[in-house]
């Protein structure tokens, strides 16, 4: 449309509404809400402070002090994709406040860096989380597992995990498909599913090109009517740039990869995005993380998935046959009447659905 028969031209898009956020999607119950009172969402979290999109635009919130009083852990305070109550006036410190977080639907949680055993909360309430990799390039990985070599290839589980058990929907998105043959493509996308095993089946591929389009209505359409996407996958694989090409406006900064083809760590915090429409849907852009290790302790979902329920939806094949072991502790290294191990043996799993399965589980108890 040209500018002149545009009355919004140059003027900033109206502000979602509650129902592009993502309200009427909520699965849990949302309170009556008191006069001198909204509900918002958090889009981006400081220390002690919280960016809030609702209908009216943006305004900054802090928890008040009964919340912060009452907070017993980190899983209390707010975090980025929560539904929050919060005062309509500013209060002296001319923030609103923030006085109740609604029940969460999902939480992406990891276990921070660092050597203390603490929880990061990545993201709330989101439906799916985007696992966002990259094609195997020409000439790197093995032609019989271009994905095992490859830098965003070999952790995939660990996302996978975390969105089973925190209760969000994962799918792979194998962006800068551009850059690669088809052939190439397919290689990929054969790797990946036989590196998943059973999980596979269970799990969407879509492929995707932030630089041509490629697939973006596919992307786009998983946040269809007021849905939910997080995006986490290491640095430099396009994120950024993906939310950008949906919100239609350069909302999140890029960079260039470093001239040995690593991601610069570009997006420092984690960032809620309306990307507006009439289906509305938000996108949660995220700080590229090598690996996610899935948080193992309660994440207090009123639903109750767990950590258990994560690593069977994504190590199905290993904990089903893991009923079969002698011992109903056995940990699958070394006991007699291991019956993943004969499952090795005999050829049945694949030695490095085995490896991983383990490798994850000794992150997540932080060995
Ligand atoms: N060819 C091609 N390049 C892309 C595509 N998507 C992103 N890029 C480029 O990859 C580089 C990194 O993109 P970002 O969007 O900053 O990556 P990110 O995943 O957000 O990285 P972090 O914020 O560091 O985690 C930039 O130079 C982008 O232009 C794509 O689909 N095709
Ligand atoms: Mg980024
Ligand atoms: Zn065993």
């Not at 509305?280 to 998935?305: E, K, M, R």
């Not at 291991?338 to 090795?344: H, K, M, P, R, S």
Request: with cysteine.
């Amino acid at each position: 449309m040209s500018e002149s028969t545009d009355p919004q031209a140059g003027e900033s898009p109206p502000p979602p509404t509650l129902a592009q956020l993502g309200l009427q999607r909520r699965t849990v119950p949302v309170p009556k809400v008191p006069n001198g009172y909204a509900l918002s969402r958090v889009a981006v979290e400081h220390r002690g402070a919280y960016e809030l999109v609702d209908g009216t635009g943006e305004v900054t919130g802090a928890l008040d002090a009964a919340g912060r009083r009452a907070a017993r852990s980190p899983f209390d305070y707010p975090t980025v994709g929560d539904w929050v109550v919060r005062s309509t006036e500013p209060r002296s410190d001319r923030r609103v406040a923030i006085t109740d977080v609604l029940d969460r639907t999902s939480l992406l949680c990891r276990r921070a860096a660092g050597p203390r055993t603490r929880p990061q909360l990545v993201a709330a309430n989101a439906d799916t989380l985007a696992v966002v990799t990259t094609p195997a390039p020409s000439g790197s990985g093995s032609a019989a597992d271009p994905a095992a070599s490859h830098p965003a290839g070999h952790r995939i589980e660990w996302y996978l995990t975390a969105a089973f058990s925190g209760g969000a929907r994962p799918v792979i998105v194998v962006n800068k498909i551009d850059t690669v043959s088809n052939v190439e493509y397919e290689a990929t996308v054969d790797a990946l599913r036989r590196r998943l095993g059973s999980a596979a089946a269970a799990v969407p591929i879509l492929a995707t090109s932030a630089l041509d389009g490629h697939g973006l209505d596919s992307l786009g359409a998983l946040a269809g009517d007021g849905g939910t996407v997080a995006l986490s996958g290491p640095s430099g694989v396009g994120k950024s740039s993906l939310v950008n090409r949906l919100a239609g406006a350069e909302v999140m900064p890029v960079a260039p990869l470093s001239p040995d083809g690593r991601g610069r760590h570009t997006t420092v915090r984690r960032q809620l995005v309306p990307v507006g429409g009439p289906d509305g849907g938000t996108f949660v852009d995220t700080p590229g993380l090598q690996d996610l290790i899935p948080w193992s302790g309660d994440l207090g979902l009123p639903a109750g998935a767990t950590v258990l329920d994560g690593l069977a939806q994504t190590f199905g094949d290993v904990t089903a046959l893991a009923q079969h072991c002698r011992f109903a502790d056995c940990s699958h290294t070394v006991e007699p009447g291991c019956a993943v191990i004969a499952a090795v043996q005999s050829g049945e799993l694949a030695a490095q659905r085995l490896s991983t399965y383990l490798e994850l589980v000794a992150d997540m108890a932080g060995d």
